[in-house]
């Protein structure tokens, strides 16, 4: 009930303080990456992305993105190493992108932004005993940011982009079972991290942010499939094409990017 956020004039990043006043906290994302002033840190080793059981359930329209759901009753896909002291269970990814031929992307790297953003969501479930616990927790998430650049087709993305159609609208979801993420990411898992906070409402500073340096590729027209989407419920007569969801880079405040080598 009540005005709910979205990514519009009246409703969007700009105005999201006055609800979650978190927005002008210490620790807010996206933030734009300066790979010169990052810290190349020898501590940091490399991130193990262990997806092979993964289960995903389902792919949704929850009204500000497409979400794909995994299975996170037990430890069978997490993420672990690199700035982690312990395995995050993967939970959900989702993207944010902009409109045609337009930057789409939450981090920028020196000022530049992508076409697009792939967000993998992961709960520390060590620690915490529910996901909604960890997403509030400073050490509750990490979230694996990878960058979309545009050219050929991507090679695996079909299997998402067949499924948009049956998502159209804010509130429909429909089953999308034996989907891996693993065929999403790029070949090396060189990363950027720091300390931030989910990109959207409630905006809980909560993610370790790891975000891999090197994009992967998809075409125009995949992520032109993205656009079909829609902010609003089927129900709605105000039609609202869904694109440009996405936060513009905040202040990084007292904090730094670490690299890993
Ligand atoms: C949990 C979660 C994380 C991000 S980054 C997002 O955009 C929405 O929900
Ligand atoms: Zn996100």
């Not at 299975?71 to 002291?85: A, E, I, N, W």
């Not at 909604?132 to 087709?153: C, H, M, S, T, Y």
């Not at 499939?225 to 094409?241: I, P, V, Y």
């Amino acid at each position: 009930t009540g005005h709910h956020w979205g990514y519009g004039k009246e409703d969007g990043p700009s105005a999201w303080h006055r609800q979650y006043p978190v927005a002008k906290g210490n620790r807010q994302s996206p933030i734009d990456i300066i790979p010169n002033e990052a810290r190349r840190d020898s501590t940091l080793g490399p991130i193990f992305l262990k997806y092979d059981q993964c289960r995903s359930l389902n792919i949704a329209n929850n009204g500000h993105s497409v979400v794909v759901e995994f299975d996170d009753s037990d430890d069978r896909s997490v993420v672990l190493g690199g700035p982690l002291d312990n395995p995050y269970r993967l939970k959900q990814f989702h993207f944010h992108w902009g409109g045609k031929g337009c930057e789409g992307s939450e981090h920028t790297v020196a000022g530049v932004g992508y076409a697009s953003e792939l967000h993998v969501v992961h709960w520390n479930a060590v620690k915490y005993k529910t996901y909604n616990d960890a997403a509030a927790a400073p050490d509750g998430l990490a979230v694996l940011g990878i960058f979309l650049e545009l050219g050929d087709d991507h090679r695996w993305l079909h299997m998402i982009t067949d499924a948009l159609y049956m998502v159209k609208f804010k509130g429909s979801a429909t089953d999308f079972k034996g989907f891996n993420p693993k065929c999403l990411l790029p070949s090396s898992l060189h990363y950027w991290t720091y300390l931030g906070s989910l990109t959207t409402p409630p905006l809980h500073e909560s993610v370790t942010w790891i975000v891999l340096k090197e994009p992967i590729v998809v075409s125009e027209k995949q992520l032109g499939m993205f656009r079909m989407l829609q902010f609003n419920g089927e129900e709605e007569d105000q039609r609202m094409r869904m694109e440009n969801n996405f936060r513009p880079p905040q202040n990084l405040k007292e904090r730094i990017v670490r690299s890993s080598n």
